[in-house]
């Protein structure tokens, strides 16, 4: 079976499987909102690119027949809901010109649409800019993934260059930059290193989601690493850590989205937006576009409702909403230095 093809189906089959962190947040209730539902903006910016909503469709896939109808698919949800969206790293068609159309189809879908190129850490100049020009994507995103690479049988084993060739694509690509973790998660050391190296937007992409050592471990023949597959931060422990950088720098979630809730909840947690990967895609594959664009829109109307409900009139205002903190993120807090409190209390 095709590798990419392999991911997917694995990705579907582990879907959902970890424990989810951000149960272990509550949100404090505001008995007296003094709003309307009408006066909510889900308006945000990311990497200077203005988003009607504040979640979107991040990196999946692509490098096959397969995937391209995946692809394809994905960049009609988007178009249908207004969302950005990501494709998968396109290392595949930078090797394999045959495969670009797996990766252009969401541009030819989607024409109008906020659509982010993937590549990895790894990736020279030349490439990350051909990746750019592949679909004219409006912005560039490097993945970090060396659990994935180190599990994976056929991965990459070395790292060295990758600050180096970040802070060069950085300074010379026509587009903004955007590095995400892979479902590792983030410290705050980790966020001011990327700050130090001219990072301006970084999405902490943590645990709870689909595990790439999970997958990679699948696929090896003894199947003998299988006690990474909770390896790294969850997306909440790493929402927690950057706020506690030193560098403030813009920051994005993803990892373990499940639903409505979760997204308001990374909001309220610092992210100025938030993207979704394995939940769409196992909706897409069991439900089908319509059924999947549906879903979508119904998040979009619940977020609404969520705002109102604490009285935030926009993104911002989330950012001041207390929070109760419990279970293994306290423990995490605890061991880390990271006030319990501050969240409790940040208004009321």
Not at 102 to 122: C, D, F, Q, S
Request: proline share 3%; net charge neutral.
């Amino acid at each position: 079976m095709n590798r990419k093809d392999e991911h997917v189906s694995l990705a579907k089959a582990f879907h959902n499987k970890q424990k989810n962190e951000f149960d272990t947040i509550r949100i404090v209730h505001t008995p007296l909102p003094q709003m309307s539902v009408s006066e909510v903006t889900l308006q945000t910016t990311v990497a200077g690119l203005n988003l009607a909503y504040p979640f979107y469709i991040n990196a999946m896939t692509g490098g096959s027949e397969k995937t391209k109808k995946i692809n394809r698919d994905l960049a009609l949800i988007a178009k249908e809901t207004n969302l950005m969206i990501a494709t998968g790293s396109v290392s595949a068609a930078l090797k394999d010109p045959s495969l670009a159309d797996t990766y252009t189809i969401m541009r030819e879908v989607y024409p109008e649409g906020k659509i982010l190129a993937n590549i990895g850490a790894g990736t020279s100049l030349e490439r990350a800019k051909e990746a750019i020009m592949l679909f004219h994507a409006d912005a560039l995103q490097i993945h970090l993934n060396a659990p994935q690479e180190l599990v994976m049988p056929e991965g990459d084993r070395d790292f060295s260059n990758w600050k180096e060739l970040i802070k060069t694509i950085n300074k010379e690509i026509p587009v903004p930059l955007i590095v995400k973790e892979v479902g590792f998660g983030m410290t705050r050391e980790t966020i001011d290193t990327l700050a130090e190296l001219g990072v301006q937007t970084v999405d902490i992409s943590g645990r709870s989601g689909t595990s790439f050592t999970q997958i990679e471990n699948a696929r090896r023949t003894k199947r003998e690493l299988n006690y990474l597959s909770d390896w790294g931060q969850s997306t909440v422990t790493s929402l927690l850590e950057a706020n506690e950088a030193q560098y403030q720098v813009e920051i994005l979630a993803s990892g373990g989205i499940r639903h409505a809730f979760d997204i308001f909840k990374a909001l309220c947690l610092g992210a100025k937006a938030v993207g979704i990967s394995g939940t769409i895609l196992t909706y897409l594959m069991d439900h089908g576009v319509e059924e999947t664009v549906l879903l979508i829109k119904q998040w979009q109307a619940e977020l609404q409702l969520l705002f109102t409900m604490v009285g935030a009139k926009n993104i911002q205002d989330l950012h001041h909403q207390s929070l109760i903190i419990s279970g293994t993120t306290k423990d995490w807090c605890e061991a880390r230095g990271i006030s319990l409190t501050k969240y409790g209390n940040r208004k009321n």
